[in-house]
């Protein structure tokens, strides 16, 4: 059952498999219903991006998350990481 109030950590995992590499890469998620994002906690290989779209690699809000790993070569894992509050 939910808990109303626990904080759950969602950990996306991007694999580029291969000896070539993925341009534009991108790494997005929705915001799961009946939750809310917690501000400032989303992360990248764990260090910390900003919300706004600025000069890092992360996009947050209450919808969804965007995190642009642009080009990324073969046989690299990137982490990305966020946390939200169950309503």
């Given at each position: 059952?939910p ?8 950990t ?28 400032s906690?989303?992360?990248l ?23 642009n790993?642009g080009?990324?070569?073969g ?12 309503n």
């Open positions: 059952q808990v109303p109030g626990a904080v759950i950590t969602y996306l995992v991007a694999t580029v498999s291969g000896s070539g590499q993925a341009e534009g890469l991108h790494v997005t998620d929705v915001i799961p219903t009946g939750t809310t994002y917690q501000v906690t989303l992360k290989d764990g260090s910390a991006l900003s919300d706004a779209a600025d000069a890092d690699a992360g996009v947050a809000s209450a919808s969804g998350i965007d995190v790993l080009t990324v070569a046989g690299t894992t990137k982490t990305v990481k966020f946390d939200v509050k169950i």
